[in-house]
């Protein structure tokens, strides 16, 4: 099944937010890391957290450590993860951190705007986004504080609640698991917890629909350590599903409800940039 790049990039100019036509432009054009980095800006707050709906199903202004995430993951991509920067976001984390030393899932604040109604605060800390911020900070070498508490809240949750972890929680865990350096106990935890992914977690079966977490969720790029999990012929049989899942209007879909007209078409640009990437990173675009 091919893709069609072309459908896909005027549907990110219809129709996506600028943030993300910034991002499209950076991978599949030639658009410079810098200004996928200014229009990201746009998404920070005065106390260096980020909210504004950058996680599109939050529609208020608060900082939010979801959102935080949302952050590094575009640092990532185009290798921005400038050292003073990250800093003064890890300062905002650990002002909301719990005790435990983690941070929770969403603040309290999250009811100055509009929400999905998913996103409920209790007040605990939760491996997801926790561990996934963290993996993001070991993988760029970033010292901070609140990096060591954090990792001491992970391991500890980890096995706490090794049995409460879900779908979500699995892929922020293996951010963590990829690239804290306590490698033989992250090994470890790997092997534990990729059973549990195989056995409970992922959807196998390529036509499945619904919120479900395929295999490329876990593996998003061949050189991940959850590529570990799934023999080539899964993985090839999830990339032409993915591919073929490309609708008329260039874009792809979305599988949950989210809380406004707006939200659906900035995920659908922000999913639409997720699907080309991880069929770009198998070699899939031919590119």
Known sequence: MSVDLAAAEQFILREARLLDRRRFE???????????????????????????????????????????????????????FDPDFVATACDWLASVSTEEGGVPFVLETVEDG????????????????????????YKHQIEHPWLEQATAFCWAALERDFEEIGQDDAIS??????HVPDRDRAEAMFVRLGRRIVDELVALDPAA??????????????DRLGRRLFD?????????????????????????EPPSAAAVHEWRGFWTIGALTRLDDYGRLGR
């Open 114 to 137: 509009p929400h999905a109604p998913w996103w409920e605060p209790t007040g605990k800390a939760y491996l997801n986004p926790t561990a996934g911020i963290a993996g993001l900070l």
């Open 26 to 80: 950076h991978r599949f054009g030639n658009g410079s890391g810098g200004a996928v980095l200014a229009a990201l800006l746009a998404y920070r707050n005065d106390d260096c957290g980020f909210g504004n709906a950058l996680e599109p199903d939050l529609r208020g202004r608060s900082s939010q450590p979801v959102p935080l995430e949302h952050a590094l993951r575009i640092l990532d991509e185009i290798d921005g």
């Open 173 to 178: 865990i293996l951010e963590f698991l990829e």
């Open 232 to 256: 080539d012929a899964t993985i090839d049989a999830h990339l032409d599903a993915l591919a073929a899942k490309q609708e008329p209007d260039g874009a792809w879909p979305i599988t949950w």
């Open 209 to 222: 629909s619904g919120y479900v977490k395929s295999p490329l969720d876990y593996a998003p790029h061949p």
